[in-house]
């Protein structure tokens, strides 16, 4: 098989949802996360991290076989909207039922099932073309945003970013779409609803990213029990995240 060109275009380290090196043009065109491929991992670890089946990874990049060969430097499918639509469905939304009757008045965004890691800050000056998808906050901004509400929100609207910016704004998104702040202390202003802990800066968001649990470990709750299947990790690099945060 011909060997695909490598691009010498440099990728930002962390940015995720398009390849930073060249793909075979044949890869699968719903693909929605990357993975560029620097010789750090193998293949075999490539897709047990991302929980690829061979046939999967194959069927997604036409370029390398079953067997792992030829593994190119180049970059990667490791997730399509298909894939991310179908673990979606296969949730199961459980609720738990307490004694005492919930507030009339106000409700509370309960814990997601997830943990969330650190992306980075991220410049966001090109309001024609922002960083994330979707600002999720009321016009002004959030008087009372916080990290945590923010990433409640967006877990559940279905999104697996989640960024805080200007101390007041919340943004949703299923990728991102831009590069790293020169300097990540640019982040730097307190949430609104939160003063020990900073909401991104000027023109500079601040990113998470959604991290699913183990597929083999059972979720339980009051009302039921369910094994879930596990959400594909997004990454460009599988080694960066695994040292990035623990996985559940």
């Known amino acids: 098989m011909q060997l695909l060109l490598v691009a010498s275009l440099a990728a930002t380290a962390l940015a995720v949802g398009f390849p930073g090196r ?49 593994w190119l430097p180049i970059s990667y499918c490791v ?34 099932p997830t943990a969330w890691r650190e992306r980075g800050c991220y410049a966001d000056s090109n309001k024609k073309a922002s960083v994330m998808d979707k600002l999720v906050s009321p016009d002004g901004g959030d008087t009372k945003l916080t990290v945590k509400t923010c990433e409640d929100t967006c877990y559940r609207k279905g999104y697996k970013f989640a960024g805080v910016e200007n101390a007041n704004q919340c943004w949703c998104s299923m990728s991102i ?60 690099k599988a080694k960066a995240a695994r040292t990035a945060s623990p996985r559940l």
């Open 177 to 236: 779409a831009g590069e790293w702040a020169s300097d990540q202390k640019e982040c730097n202003l307190p949430c609104s609803g939160d003063g020990k802990v900073l909401c991104g800066g000027k023109d500079r968001v601040f990113v998470y990213e959604a991290q699913y649990g183990d597929p083999s470990r059972p979720t339980t709750t009051t009302t039921t029990t369910s094994s879930s299947s596990a959400a594909p990790t997004s990454s460009k």
């Open 22 to 70: 060249e793909h075979d043009p044949a890869t699968v065109k719903s693909c929605i996360d990357w993975y560029d491929n620097y010789d750090e991992q193998t293949c075999e670890e490539v897709r047990s991290y991302y929980r690829i089946t061979p046939d999967d990874f194959h069927k997604w990049n036409p370029s390398i076989g079953t067997d792992c060969k030829p």
């Open 79 to 112: 997730l399509t909207k298909e894939k991310w639509e179908e673990w979606q469905k296969n949730q199961t939304t459980t609720t738990t039922s307490t004694t005492k009757p919930p507030p009339t008045s106000t409700s509370t965004l309960g814990p997601t």
